[in-house]
């Protein structure tokens, strides 16, 4: 059974760098194939890709977000983590992580960050 | 990368057929079989409905169906519940290892 859960801050003010993690189980990130997305869905707006992690270590990041993002894992911990710098009230939302083949299959709760200061 | 093209909403009565479009490029849609179709209600995570663009996860109604022509990806819900009501983002592979989602449709039961 694979789960997936997100933890961060709830409420992080303007400039500020948030900090999110993964935690998953029920699969391994060192499995061919494998990967970790995390994907944000501003209140009452669509989903919005931000970035994906794979087995290999191998990182991929949205164009539009890409100079503030950083992904990292820790196979050992099943956990992945996600860095986004400068944040900014636009960025309020919520913030869902998810395991990836050739989709998002299974995802976590989210948790829903808040910017303002 | 730009967001793929879905309707923002749609509607249909209990036992009719809807059909959701989302349109990309030849660099996502058009040159993957990699679509897929989320389901999301209100306060809840996405559920992924249709993979690959005709495969259904276990667990997903046969009246959930998908297909692709050129770069227009297609979610037909046949027979349409009560509890079809909810948001439906199309996802696509956009080579190397980048994805991109559509921004959502509503679709209301009427």
């Known amino acids: 059974q694979i789960t997936l859960k997100e933890s961060g801050p709830t409420l992080v003010k303007p400039t500020q760098t948030l900090t999110l993690t993964c935690t998953f189980s029920?699969?391994?990130?060192?499995?061919?194939?494998?990967?970790v997305g995390w994907i944000r869905q501003p209140p009452g707006k669509a989903l919005e890709w931000l970035a994906l992690i794979y087995w290999d270590d191998d990182k991929r990041y949205s164009p539009s977000l890409k100079s503030r993002l950083t992904i990292t894992k820790d196979t050992s911990k099943n956990q992945v983590v996600l860095t986004m710098t400068n944040m900014d009230p636009v960025d309020t939302a919520t913030y869902y992580c998810?395991?990836?083949?050739?989709?998002?299959?299974?995802w976590g709760q989210g948790t829903l960050v808040t910017v303002s200061s | 990368q730009s967001a793929l093209t879905q309707p923002p909403s749609a509607s249909g009565s209990p036992g009719q057929s809807v059909t959701i479009s989302c349109t990309g490029t030849?660099?996502?849609?058009?040159?993957?079989?990699?679509v897929s179709w989320y389901q999301q209600h209100p306060g809840k995570a996405p559920k992924l409905m249709i993979y690959?663009?005709?495969k259904r996860p276990s667990g997903v109604p046969d009246r959930f169906s998908g297909s692709k022509s050129g770069n227009t990806a297609s979610l037909t819900v046949s027979g349409l519940q009560a509890e079809d009501e909810a948001d439906y983002y199309c996802s696509s592979y956009a080579g190397s290892n980048f994805v991109v989602f559509g921004g959502g449709t509503k679709l209301t039961v009427l």
């Open positions: 690959e663009v005709t």
């Open positions: 998810a395991h990836r083949r050739s989709d998002f299959g299974y």
């Open positions: 029920g699969f391994s990130l060192s499995t061919s194939g494998v990967g």
């Open positions: 030849t660099s996502d849609v058009g040159g993957y079989n990699y």
